[in-house]
């Protein structure tokens, strides 16, 4: 959980939902200005804080979930063209997502239709997403049963032999 990933505008984002909880799960850089954050805008009921887990557990809370988020900002060639393991447990989870406008994430949450992209890091606006995105329950089921078929593609089964051709023709 690190600078320039969103997650000061998701805490803010809290201030203006109503009964949604927050859950971070991690540690990083940015994670003790965000406990401070959230003492100070009063967020102590709406954003729980969890140390780092093992991924079994993770995941866990992670299908229990209603909407993952992905907020990444476009403020550097990684950030730009990142796919963060997050995205993959979301669907993997069958999680609809709630994500920013970075290139390869963006592809495929409109490319299968689970989910739906931010415009800007705004935290009202941000806010107004999930609220949409959790009101909205026909929306929510048609991103479900499409997180279900893409789970089945997007999977390290299917990616690994291509990771191994590619090292074999590196090789």
């Not at 990083?28 to 729980?48: A, T, Y």
């Not at 009101?135 to 929510?140: A, E, K, L």
């Amino acid at each position: 959980i690190n600078i320039d990933r969103g997650a000061e505008e998701a805490v803010l984002s809290m201030q203006y939902l109503d009964n949604t909880i927050l859950l971070i799960i991690g540690d990083g850089d940015i994670v003790k200005n965000l406990m401070q954050m959230v003492s100070e805008q009063g967020l102590e009921s709406k954003v729980k804080f969890m140390e780092k887990v093992p991924h079994n557990i993770l995941m866990n809370f992670t299908c229990a979930a209603d909407v993952g988020i992905t907020l990444d900002k476009d403020t550097n060639f990684n950030y730009k063209y990142s796919l963060p393991n997050k995205l993959f447990d979301y669907i993997q989870a069958g999680v609809p997502v709630l994500a920013s406008q970075i290139v390869e994430v963006e592809n495929i949450i409109k490319s299968y239709n689970i989910g739906d992209i931010i415009d800007n890091h705004n935290p009202k606006h941000i806010a107004s997403k999930l609220k949409n995105m959790l009101s909205d329950i026909d929306r929510m089921q048609l991103w479900k049963k499409n997180l279900h078929k893409v789970r089945e593609e997007l999977c390290w089964e299917n990616e690994q032999g291509k990771i191994i051709e590619i090292f074999r023709k590196a090789g």
